[in-house]
């Protein structure tokens, strides 16, 4: 038996225990947002590090979600961190899931369950890989870390707080990231890089009380005001109206733009083989749409709410109303400066009544594509599945890679278990039990070449 | 102890026999829109009328909520119509009230519930002044009618089809409609019209699934169609935006005109003292403001909903968004042109993937104000008070009149409890009980002269 056949036996004896571990930790609804069963993750997660042989902290950090932090000794002195989260998206509209969220569910091949792909199947897969090579191996050939925060899905509040203080701690020469995803056609997209986010919480508020909507011929309710507000925000191709809003935006270099015309179509045909929608932003196709989705600043209405909602009809001129609007943003785009522009838009409009609070802001960041880990990383992947690897500079998506790659000065590339019909944050999300697999004897190749540099 | 004395002493006397009957009526929360209480509402009204010597009959239409039309024999052949509605609006938001909604409620001088001023409260005081009479004079001096249905706060729809075809049943000389209001310098506005309505519910669906927000690069989510959708409908100085609205537009009369005048600036001063809005619509001030208020159409977003709406941030693109949106019709304008102008405009805007369902749509109607009913309502009402009455053209809300008036040829004014502060449609809604015995005396008052015409 080869070495890598004696690891894949391993893993696949291992896998019934290493989805009982994934089903435990699925059971716990780590909905940051709603500030459920955030503790007892962290706990479970350290449970996990510790069983596995990790050496293991817990950081807290003032009032923040506990910080799981583990390491593993090493026959190299070369580190390599795996950067995770145990906390997850709320599970809304539950009604739209076909599976009790929390519960993980197998069927037809998936995995399915809030959180599994986003990102806690990903951990097991690390932690698999771990159990795997020191059960065959009796050590590890490299340094292992692992830094696991709870407040990912709200924005990473305190994050970059966290890895300040503990920045001895954390130190690595590279660093592996929450998740990627195969697309349509398999290919893996291995990701260097996230937009950054700035996600605000506006409040119309125009009156003491509700009124009959009669008064609509003398005063506006909230709703009407918040939408004449919000239309000023974003035209219908696309383009963010807020002054100054592309001031900042840095010109991707030759690298990531070549890279991103290397990414297939698929990357956007998905969207629309999910959604189906009428047309997209802009009016984009082919590669400029794949450019659009990579390197253009978004806004988007993540929920709207005020007046009457429910059934048949009431005649109210409601007094409040609220939207929740998060901008994704690109390299150089600074998101606190993004709140302080649509204060002052709104101001200068007249929208003084109209409140608004940050509820996350976060740096976009993108890994520099001519770093040896990225050209490790991508053959590590192409040797380990066979199949031709996707580097992508960026994410379309957010994650607080700014809060750790400039302090420790690592590069910073994700691979993972997810694939084109994960729907993470979306009813249903899910992996396929063959890209955990694979994903779990990818991560052993990657450690055992990592080392061996 | 002279008749008037008599009266007022038998008013008092049956005092807490009417509000526990009121009581009682509260406590059934027949809310139309949610299809609650709505039969057993209308087995009590009924069950009153027949406790006060009315001949009653119920009228079942289809599977429209029944109406209560009930009969009283009179000295004299004339024939006073009452109109009333036994349904009342959602309690919602439930938690800005004092006091528990469907439980009546005495607090300093007041009766608190919902519904109280909206509209079963002036029912009772009607039931009140009969009961009086008939006690008193043992008949009464003229034959009355009521018709009273439960669908007046879901836009009477089926009304109009109940009216037409029980119109010899309800066949009278003149009708007095459901409430009206003193203002905060206790001049009671008798009402001579009212505007008529189009709620509509429009529901934009861009998508098949919620997806991350980070699509919001390429597609469009709800929420933001809906608000750009939405910002068409109306400027902020509150001119609706919709092609064709004001063509149909009735000038005023000259006697509606001056009617208006003679109505005092506190009908505004009112609004802004409750509400406190930071301006009114169009920046109008007094005259011009009451004349908008009684003559202008509106258009008010009443509820706006979609994505997620709970504590803290997801990131999601909404596949769904809903609004409801009333307009309110003056003379001659008519609801279903204006359903289908909406669609229209929609339409030739690219918004054909926004469904329009009309939730309800009702006809404005004026009575005209030379009628001698008008003039006698007007001296009856002041010489009952001892106070200036002021003539109302029309209200800014709505009623079904335009069901009933033009069929039945009768004049229409509104003769009720309420005042400035009734908060109807709103939290903590209330009469002052004061104005509840002086309606009732108020009401005998027209009853006697009524018949002795």
Redesign the interface.
Known sequence: MTARATLEAHVDRDLPTTLEDLRRLVAIPSV????RGIREAAEAVAALLRAAGGAVTVLEHGGANPVVAAEFAGRSAKTLLFYDHYDV??A??VD?WTVPPFDLTQRDGLLLGRGVADNKGDLLTRIAAIRAITAVDGGLPCRIKFVIEGEE???SVNFGAVVRAHAKLLAADACVWEYAERDSTERLHMVCGC?G?C?L?LEAC????????????????A??R???A??TF?D?R?TVLIPGHYDRVRRPTAEETEAVQRIPLDV?ED?RR?????R??GE?DGPN?VR???F?P??????????????????????A????V?F?LVPDQDPHEVARSVRKHLDVLGYT?ISLTV??AEFPWRTDLSDPFVRLSQEVVEESTGRTVIVSPT????GPRHDLAPLLKVPVVSIGAGYWKS?????DESLRLSDFRETVLMLAHLMYRFGAQ
């Open positions: 940051a947002a709603q500030r998206q709320p809304d509209p739209e899905e709200i924005g937009k986010i996600y919480e125009v009156g003491h009380v509700d009124l009959h909507s009669m008064f609509g011929a003398l005063v506006e309710g709703p009407f918040l939408v004449h919000l239309h974003k219908e696309g956007v969207v999910q959604f189906e929608p009428a997209l932003l984009v749409a659009q989705l990579f253009a978004t806004c988007t209405i993540c929920g709207i709410w005020g007046g009457y909602t429910q059934e048949g009809q009431k005649t109210v001129l409601p007094r109303a609220h939207a929740k998060d994704r009544d509820l996350a994410s379309a998506g957010t729907r993470s944050h979306a009813p």
